[in-house]
């Protein structure tokens, strides 16, 4: 990793350590170059960029830890982030017709996400649904989103997971209880996670050297990782 993108990498990691998970995640997309408002894109296109940004800055193996949902067993989920980003879906809106009820459903985008956070579960799934309807009818007579069915938002539910819009996920089976299931991957979490661990390992790496040679942030952050190690090892 670059000392320029080091860098850039602990300046975002610094600003957004008060943020919120969403807000945090639309501000580490801003590290991908594409030069975009993350809070503009769909959260599979935010999360497609965290997924470049995490393999840029960790390679493309990841360990992550799941619970069976039957069993509660623990295992460890090696992941190639590699093949998680080529299975990234571009999901366009749907168009939706059930017993005369009809409307186009996008998929949610960072702003409907950072709009909404703070909601109970129940009035956060209906306002994300809510704001992702566009032009709703019945019998070809406009109406209003919320006064859509549940049969409705189910029927929209599954044709925008059949087109990817759930985000990544993985097809388990539990090794103790033969359980299978599909489980969702947290892009964001799991890389806000892991770079605010490795953030702070480097704070705490930068803290011994600069105590012990007394050099400044910037020349440590220069110094090449191997060349760095030396230093932390010749500490003790």
Not at 103 to 127: F, H, N
Not at 162 to 171: E, F, L, Q, T
Not at 228 to 233: A, K, Q
Request: with cysteine; net charge negative; proline share 5%.
């Amino acid at each position: 990793m670059s000392p320029a993108l080091v860098d850039r990498v602990l300046d975002v990691w610094e600003r957004g350590v008060d943020l919120t998970v969403q807000e945090r995640a639309s501000l580490v997309a801003g590290l991908d170059g594409e030069n975009r408002d993350p809070a503009c894109l769909a959260v599979h296109e935010r999360d497609a960029a965290l997924l470049r940004l995490r393999r840029t800055l960790f390679g493309d193996r990841f360990d992550g830890m799941v619970n069976c949902p039957a069993c509660a067993t623990a295992f460890e989920l090696p992941i190639d982030l590699a093949v998680l980003e080529q299975s990234a879906a571009e999901v366009q809106a749907v168009r939706v017709e059930t017993e005369g009820w009809a409307a186009e459903v996008r998929a949610p985008s960072c702003a409907d996400l950072l709009t909404l956070e703070g909601e109970t579960p129940v009035e956060y799934a209906a306002a994300l649904f809510e704001r992702c309807v566009v032009h709703p009818t019945r019998g070809g007579e406009g109406v209003a989103a919320r006064d859509l069915p549940p049969e409705f938002r189910a029927a929209a539910a599954a044709a925008l997971a059949a087109r990817g819009a759930d985000g990544p996920s993985a097809d388990l089976s539990c090794g103790e209880c033969g359980h299978a299931w599909r489980a969702p991957i947290d892009v964001a979490r799991a890389l806000l996670d892991e770079l605010d661990d490795w953030a702070r390992r480097l704070m705490d790496d930068i803290h011994r050297i600069s105590r012990a040679y007394h050099w400044s942030e910037r020349d440590i952050l220069a110094l090449p990782l191997r060349r760095r190690l030396f230093y932390l090892e010749a500490i003790g």
